[in-house]
């Protein structure tokens, strides 16, 4: 049977043997040690040009059947015992790159999902362009709700974007510049 991946998003050092990336979803399963949805790990991989998508997929599919990694009562996943062995055995053999790439992506992904949690962006059609609303949160108190002009949907899902990636750094630089004494 051939497990030769797919390249297609697949950057320079990425993995495109299909067997690399069983251990890959492996390592990354072990080193979270939490429940964690495909969709998780389908999108660390392709977002990151580590592994094709549909590749990715279906090694995830085959270690589901292998019983490597087991459904658990929502839509996650975790690591099962045999899984893990591979992850602790395995692992040492991909690219160090791939690895250190992997848990970063991960991390971010994470931070990103509590940040979406925690805080809320909102883009609205406007007449001449897009509305778009942040707002940090401290539980269901709003701290902070700014509303800014974006002339289209590229401009308004980066400024979504870019607030998610760290609302309490914005909502202190604003602080910070608008208690100023100068």
């Given at each position: 049977m051939e497990h030769k991946a797919f390249s297609a998003g697949v950057l320079p050092g990425g993995l495109r043997d299909r067997q690399e990336i069983k251990i890959l979803i492996c390592y990354i399963f072990n080193?979270?040690?939490c429940p964690i949805a495909k969709s998780f790990i389908t999108d660390i991989l392709q977002n990151y040009g580590l592994a094709n998508y549909f590749e990715t997929s279906q090694a995830f599919e085959e270690m589901v059947e292998a019983k490597n990694i087991i459904k658990d009562d929502e839509d996650n996943y975790v690591i099962s015992k045999s899984g893990r062995m591979i992850a602790e055995e395995l692992s040492r053999n991909l690219p160090l790159t791939v690895r250190e790439k992997s848990i970063k992506a991960g991390e971010e992904y994470f931070k990103r999902l509590k940040s979406e949690k925690e805080n809320k962006a909102t883009i609205r059609k406007c007449e001449k362009g897009y509305e778009v609303t942040c707002s940090v949160l401290d539980g269901n108190f709003e701290m902070m709700k700014l509303k800014l002009y974006a002339p289209?949907?590229?401009?308004a899902t980066m400024i979504k974007n870019n607030f998610y990636k760290n609302p309490s750094e914005i909502?202190?630089?604003?602080?910070?510049?608008l208690t100023s004494p100068e």
């Open positions: 080193h979270f040690s289209d949907m590229l401009a909502y202190s630089e604003i602080l910070r510049n």
